[in-house]
Protein backbone atom coordinates (compact mmCIF):
# COMPACT_ATOMS: atom_id res chain seq x y z
CA UNK A 1 0.00 0.00 0.00
CA UNK A 2 0.92 3.59 -0.39
CA UNK A 3 1.42 5.99 1.74
CA UNK A 4 -2.05 7.34 2.39
CA UNK A 5 -3.46 9.60 5.26
CA UNK A 6 -5.78 8.73 7.35
CA UNK A 7 -7.30 8.72 10.59
CA UNK A 8 -5.19 6.98 13.62
CA UNK A 9 -8.56 5.31 14.41
CA UNK A 10 -10.66 1.86 14.03
CA UNK A 11 -14.48 1.68 13.76
CA UNK A 12 -15.34 -1.09 16.47
CA UNK A 13 -12.29 -0.84 18.19
CA UNK A 14 -13.68 -3.77 20.25
CA UNK A 15 -13.69 -6.23 17.66
CA UNK A 16 -10.69 -5.38 15.34
CA UNK A 17 -8.52 -5.28 18.69
CA UNK A 18 -9.78 -8.68 19.26
CA UNK A 19 -8.55 -9.92 15.94
CA UNK A 20 -5.48 -8.08 15.82
CA UNK A 21 -4.56 -9.65 19.29
CA UNK A 22 -4.52 -13.06 17.24
CA UNK A 23 -1.56 -12.76 14.90
CA UNK A 24 1.71 -12.20 15.10
CA UNK A 25 3.67 -8.37 15.05
CA UNK A 26 4.25 -8.32 11.27
CA UNK A 27 0.38 -9.07 10.36
CA UNK A 28 -0.68 -7.05 13.72
CA UNK A 29 0.65 -3.81 11.99
CA UNK A 30 -0.65 -4.90 8.46
CA UNK A 31 -4.17 -5.50 9.47
CA UNK A 32 -4.53 -2.33 12.03
CA UNK A 33 -3.03 0.15 8.47
CA UNK A 34 -6.08 -1.62 6.36
CA UNK A 35 -8.41 -1.17 9.45
CA UNK A 36 -7.66 2.59 9.69
CA UNK A 37 -8.02 3.20 6.02
CA UNK A 38 -11.20 1.59 6.15
CA UNK A 39 -12.40 3.01 9.06
CA UNK A 40 -14.02 6.38 7.14
CA UNK A 41 -15.61 3.59 4.32
CA UNK A 42 -17.49 2.02 7.53
CA UNK A 43 -18.29 5.60 9.45
CA UNK A 44 -20.04 6.49 6.05
CA UNK A 45 -22.27 2.78 6.15
CA UNK A 46 -22.29 2.56 9.66
CA UNK A 47 -21.17 -0.58 9.74
CA UNK A 48 -18.30 -3.00 10.40
CA UNK A 49 -16.53 -4.39 7.06
CA UNK A 50 -17.62 -7.93 7.88
CA UNK A 51 -21.33 -6.54 6.73
CA UNK A 52 -20.22 -4.99 3.33
CA UNK A 53 -21.59 -6.52 0.52
CA UNK A 54 -19.33 -7.45 -2.40
CA UNK A 55 -20.49 -4.33 -4.09
CA UNK A 56 -19.50 -2.14 -1.11
CA UNK A 57 -15.94 -3.86 -0.41
CA UNK A 58 -15.03 -3.38 -4.03
CA UNK A 59 -15.39 0.15 -3.57
CA UNK A 60 -13.34 0.12 -0.49
CA UNK A 61 -10.65 -1.82 -2.03
CA UNK A 62 -9.79 1.22 -4.82
CA UNK A 63 -9.50 3.46 -1.28
CA UNK A 64 -6.01 1.77 -0.53
CA UNK A 65 -4.50 2.66 -3.96
CA UNK A 66 -2.78 -0.71 -3.83
CA UNK A 67 0.64 -0.40 -6.54
CA UNK A 68 0.77 -3.91 -7.91
CA UNK A 69 -1.48 -6.73 -8.33
CA UNK A 70 -0.04 -8.59 -5.68
CA UNK A 71 -0.60 -5.68 -3.14
CA UNK A 72 -4.13 -5.83 -4.42
CA UNK A 73 -4.59 -9.80 -3.69
CA UNK A 74 -3.18 -9.10 -0.57
CA UNK A 75 -5.63 -6.40 1.08
CA UNK A 76 -8.05 -8.49 -0.44
CA UNK A 77 -6.99 -11.54 1.38
CA UNK A 78 -6.47 -9.78 4.50
CA UNK A 79 -9.83 -8.56 4.51
CA UNK A 80 -11.56 -11.66 3.53
CA UNK A 81 -9.67 -13.72 6.75
CA UNK A 82 -11.51 -11.20 9.02
CA UNK A 83 -15.07 -11.94 7.55
CA UNK A 84 -13.54 -15.37 8.12
CA UNK A 85 -13.22 -14.95 11.42
CA UNK A 86 -16.36 -12.28 12.19
CA UNK A 87 -18.84 -15.11 11.15
CA UNK A 88 -16.91 -18.18 12.99
CA UNK A 89 -17.27 -15.95 16.22
CA UNK A 90 -20.84 -15.16 15.04
CA UNK A 91 -20.49 -11.20 15.05
CA UNK A 92 -21.49 -11.69 11.12
CA UNK A 93 -24.18 -13.88 9.53
CA UNK A 94 -24.45 -15.17 6.42
CA UNK A 95 -21.22 -16.39 3.84
CA UNK A 96 -18.33 -14.53 3.13
CA UNK A 97 -19.00 -12.56 -0.02
CA UNK A 98 -15.20 -12.69 -1.09
CA UNK A 99 -15.33 -16.82 -0.89
CA UNK A 100 -16.38 -17.16 -4.82
CA UNK A 101 -14.18 -14.14 -6.43
CA UNK A 102 -11.42 -15.50 -8.50
CA UNK A 103 -7.73 -14.41 -8.94
CA UNK A 104 -8.28 -11.96 -11.33
CA UNK A 105 -11.17 -10.08 -8.74
CA UNK A 106 -8.90 -10.16 -6.15
CA UNK A 107 -5.65 -8.37 -8.18
CA UNK A 108 -8.13 -5.45 -10.00
CA UNK A 109 -7.47 -2.80 -7.45
CA UNK A 110 -4.63 -1.57 -8.63
CA UNK A 111 -4.13 2.12 -8.60
CA UNK A 112 -0.74 3.27 -10.28
CA UNK A 113 0.64 6.42 -8.10
CA UNK A 114 3.35 9.13 -9.58
CA UNK A 115 6.17 6.74 -9.50
CA UNK A 116 8.87 7.78 -7.61
CA UNK A 117 10.79 4.19 -7.25
CA UNK A 118 12.06 2.14 -10.01
CA UNK A 119 13.69 -1.43 -9.74
CA UNK A 120 17.15 -2.00 -10.41
CA UNK A 121 16.06 -4.48 -13.68
CA UNK A 122 13.98 -0.80 -14.87
CA UNK A 123 16.85 1.29 -14.53
CA UNK A 124 19.14 -1.40 -16.71
CA UNK A 125 16.19 -1.32 -18.98
CA UNK A 126 16.36 2.58 -19.48
CA UNK A 127 20.30 2.57 -19.20
CA UNK A 128 19.99 -0.10 -22.39
CA UNK A 129 18.19 2.19 -24.32
CA UNK A 130 20.18 5.49 -23.90
CA UNK A 131 22.53 5.74 -26.69
CA UNK A 132 25.64 8.24 -25.33
CA UNK A 133 27.59 6.28 -22.61
CA UNK A 134 28.34 9.84 -21.68
CA UNK A 135 24.65 10.21 -20.63
CA UNK A 136 24.06 6.70 -19.26
CA UNK A 137 26.83 7.34 -17.01
CA UNK A 138 25.07 9.97 -15.61
CA UNK A 139 22.37 8.35 -15.31
CA UNK A 140 23.26 5.66 -13.53
CA UNK A 141 25.49 7.29 -10.73
CA UNK A 142 23.42 9.04 -8.40
CA UNK A 143 21.90 4.86 -8.58
CA UNK A 144 25.13 3.86 -7.31
CA UNK A 145 25.48 7.02 -4.65
CA UNK A 146 27.60 8.91 -6.44
CA UNK A 147 26.13 12.51 -6.83
CA UNK A 148 27.68 15.25 -3.71
CA UNK A 149 27.24 18.89 -3.47
CA UNK A 150 25.78 19.88 -6.73
CA UNK A 151 26.39 16.67 -8.37
CA UNK A 152 30.35 17.45 -8.27
CA UNK A 153 30.79 13.72 -7.35
CA UNK A 154 29.75 13.00 -11.21
CA UNK A 155 31.40 15.65 -12.85
CA UNK A 156 34.76 15.63 -11.11
CA UNK A 157 35.01 11.53 -11.63
CA UNK A 158 38.33 10.81 -13.84
CA UNK A 159 39.35 7.95 -15.39
CA UNK A 160 42.26 7.36 -12.93
CA UNK A 161 39.77 7.19 -10.07
CA UNK A 162 37.96 4.16 -11.36
CA UNK A 163 39.52 0.93 -10.62
CA UNK A 164 38.23 -1.43 -12.64
CA UNK A 165 40.26 -4.26 -11.16
CA UNK A 166 38.97 -3.48 -7.61
CA UNK A 167 35.12 -2.34 -8.45
CA UNK A 168 35.73 1.09 -6.66
CA UNK A 169 35.68 4.49 -7.71
CA UNK A 170 38.00 7.57 -5.66
CA UNK A 171 34.64 10.34 -5.50
CA UNK A 172 35.65 13.77 -4.70
CA UNK A 173 33.10 16.32 -3.71
CA UNK A 174 32.63 19.95 -4.03
CA UNK A 175 34.74 20.84 -0.91
CA UNK A 176 37.32 18.68 -2.18
CA UNK A 177 36.36 15.91 0.43
CA UNK A 178 37.04 12.44 -0.78
CA UNK A 179 35.42 8.41 -0.32
CA UNK A 180 35.81 5.92 -2.04
CA UNK A 181 33.01 3.21 -2.98
CA UNK A 182 31.96 0.17 -4.53
CA UNK A 183 30.57 0.39 -7.84
CA UNK A 184 29.75 -2.88 -10.48
CA UNK A 185 30.45 -4.12 -13.38
CA UNK A 186 27.59 -2.19 -15.77
CA UNK A 187 29.70 0.99 -14.09
CA UNK A 188 32.81 0.19 -15.20
CA UNK A 189 31.45 -1.01 -18.23
CA UNK A 190 29.59 2.89 -19.08
CA UNK A 191 32.59 4.67 -17.69
CA UNK A 192 34.57 2.83 -20.32
CA UNK A 193 32.50 3.81 -22.95
CA UNK A 194 32.15 7.57 -22.21
CA UNK A 195 35.86 7.61 -22.04
CA UNK A 196 36.01 6.85 -25.70
CA UNK A 197 33.05 8.80 -27.05
CA UNK A 198 34.07 11.60 -28.89
CA UNK A 199 30.60 12.90 -30.49
CA UNK A 200 27.70 13.50 -28.45
CA UNK A 201 24.12 12.27 -29.98
CA UNK A 202 21.84 14.91 -29.77
CA UNK A 203 17.75 13.82 -28.21
CA UNK A 204 18.78 10.38 -27.69
CA UNK A 205 19.37 9.66 -31.08
CA UNK A 206 15.25 11.96 -31.81
CA UNK A 207 16.48 15.39 -32.12
CA UNK A 208 14.00 17.70 -33.93
CA UNK A 209 13.24 17.45 -37.85
CA UNK A 210 14.89 20.91 -38.16
CA UNK A 211 18.20 20.47 -35.97
CA UNK A 212 20.94 22.11 -37.54
CA UNK A 213 23.32 18.69 -36.49
CA UNK A 214 22.50 15.77 -35.14
CA UNK A 215 25.61 15.20 -33.37
CA UNK A 216 28.08 17.40 -31.53
CA UNK A 217 31.71 17.41 -30.81
CA UNK A 218 32.86 16.45 -27.38
CA UNK A 219 35.97 18.23 -25.46
CA UNK A 220 39.04 16.01 -24.68
CA UNK A 221 39.97 16.09 -20.89
CA UNK A 222 40.41 13.63 -18.56
CA UNK A 223 36.96 13.16 -16.96
CA UNK A 224 34.53 10.66 -17.60
CA UNK A 225 31.64 13.28 -18.18
CA UNK A 226 32.59 15.87 -20.63
CA UNK A 227 30.85 19.09 -22.06
CA UNK A 228 30.51 19.61 -25.63
CA UNK A 229 32.82 21.18 -27.57
CA UNK A 230 31.87 24.79 -28.44
CA UNK A 231 35.04 26.01 -29.53
CA UNK A 232 36.31 26.66 -25.79
CA UNK A 233 39.70 24.83 -24.76
CA UNK A 234 38.43 23.13 -21.44
CA UNK A 235 40.62 21.03 -19.42
CA UNK A 236 38.63 21.63 -16.34
CA UNK A 237 35.41 19.53 -14.72
CA UNK A 238 31.88 19.96 -16.22
CA UNK A 239 29.69 22.26 -14.72
CA UNK A 240 27.11 20.70 -12.29
CA UNK A 241 24.29 21.77 -14.48
CA UNK A 242 25.25 19.23 -16.97
CA UNK A 243 23.88 16.75 -14.94
CA UNK A 244 20.08 17.60 -14.97
CA UNK A 245 20.59 19.09 -18.81
CA UNK A 246 21.69 15.01 -19.54
CA UNK A 247 18.87 13.52 -17.52
CA UNK A 248 16.59 16.08 -19.41
CA UNK A 249 17.42 13.80 -22.61
CA UNK A 250 16.17 11.14 -20.38
CA UNK A 251 13.58 12.31 -19.21
CA UNK A 252 12.05 14.12 -22.55
CA UNK A 253 13.26 10.26 -24.51
CA UNK A 254 11.12 7.94 -21.48
CA UNK A 255 7.93 10.65 -20.93
CA UNK A 256 9.67 10.18 -17.08
CA UNK A 257 9.24 13.53 -15.42
CA UNK A 258 10.11 12.14 -12.01
CA UNK A 259 13.20 11.27 -13.29
CA UNK A 260 15.59 12.74 -11.24
CA UNK A 261 19.08 12.20 -9.80
CA UNK A 262 17.53 12.45 -6.71
CA UNK A 263 15.23 9.56 -7.47
CA UNK A 264 16.84 7.45 -9.00
CA UNK A 265 19.46 8.11 -5.93
CA UNK A 266 16.59 6.81 -3.88
CA UNK A 267 16.19 3.95 -6.40
CA UNK A 268 19.23 2.83 -5.36
CA UNK A 269 19.38 2.86 -1.84
CA UNK A 270 16.25 0.73 -2.14
CA UNK A 271 18.24 -1.42 -4.48
CA UNK A 272 20.73 -1.85 -1.78
CA UNK A 273 18.11 -2.16 0.95
CA UNK A 274 16.40 -5.17 -1.08
CA UNK A 275 20.03 -7.26 -1.63
CA UNK A 276 20.75 -6.88 1.97
CA UNK A 277 16.93 -7.70 2.65
CA UNK A 278 17.31 -10.57 0.98
CA UNK A 279 20.49 -11.68 2.74
CA UNK A 280 18.97 -11.61 5.76
CA UNK A 281 21.67 -8.27 6.79
CA UNK A 282 19.20 -5.22 6.76
CA UNK A 283 20.23 -4.98 10.23
CA UNK A 284 21.77 -2.07 11.87
CA UNK A 285 25.46 -3.02 10.42
CA UNK A 286 23.42 -3.29 6.73
CA UNK A 287 21.78 0.42 7.37
CA UNK A 288 25.33 1.70 7.79
CA UNK A 289 26.56 0.12 4.27
CA UNK A 290 23.66 1.75 2.66
CA UNK A 291 24.83 5.46 4.68
CA UNK A 292 28.42 4.87 3.72
CA UNK A 293 27.52 4.39 -0.13
CA UNK A 294 25.07 6.97 -0.39
CA UNK A 295 26.82 9.29 1.81
CA UNK A 296 23.93 9.53 4.09
CA UNK A 297 24.41 11.43 7.98
CA UNK A 298 22.38 9.93 10.80
CA UNK A 299 19.52 12.03 10.80
CA UNK A 300 19.25 11.63 7.02
CA UNK A 301 19.10 7.95 7.51
CA UNK A 302 16.73 8.49 9.92
CA UNK A 303 14.12 10.65 7.98
CA UNK A 304 14.63 8.25 5.29
CA UNK A 305 14.17 5.46 7.26
CA UNK A 306 10.31 7.27 8.37
CA UNK A 307 9.63 8.10 4.98
CA UNK A 308 10.52 5.01 2.15
CA UNK A 309 13.56 2.80 3.19
CA UNK A 310 11.96 0.72 5.25
CA UNK A 311 10.76 -3.17 4.70
CA UNK A 312 7.21 -2.43 3.40
CA UNK A 313 8.65 -0.31 0.65
CA UNK A 314 10.69 -2.85 -0.57
CA UNK A 315 8.10 -5.47 -0.47
CA UNK A 316 5.96 -3.52 -2.76
CA UNK A 317 8.52 -2.02 -5.22
CA UNK A 318 9.88 -5.51 -5.57
CA UNK A 319 7.01 -7.16 -5.24
CA UNK A 320 8.20 -10.20 -2.20
CA UNK A 321 6.20 -11.86 -0.03
Known amino acids: MTNIVHEDKFFNTDKKLEYISNHKRGTQKNLERIF ?131 LTAKLIDADNSTRIINVDHEFIRLCQQAVKENEF ?9 DVRSETANLIENEFIVRSVDVGVKNVNEADGTIVYRRFKTVVDFFDEARLTPTTIMYSGILAKAKDLYLEDKLDDEGYKLIAEQFNLNAATLRRYKDDFLNIETIKELYELS
Do not use: C, H
Open 201 to 209: IKSNGNPDK
Open 36 to 166: KIAQPSESDLNKDIYDFTRSELRNLFFTFMASTPSASKSIVLYVSGYIDWAIEKGYAKGSNPLDSVDVNWKTQFVVKPEKIFWTDKEIKQMLNKIVNAQVAVVFYAPFLGIRGAENAEIVNLKQKDVDADK
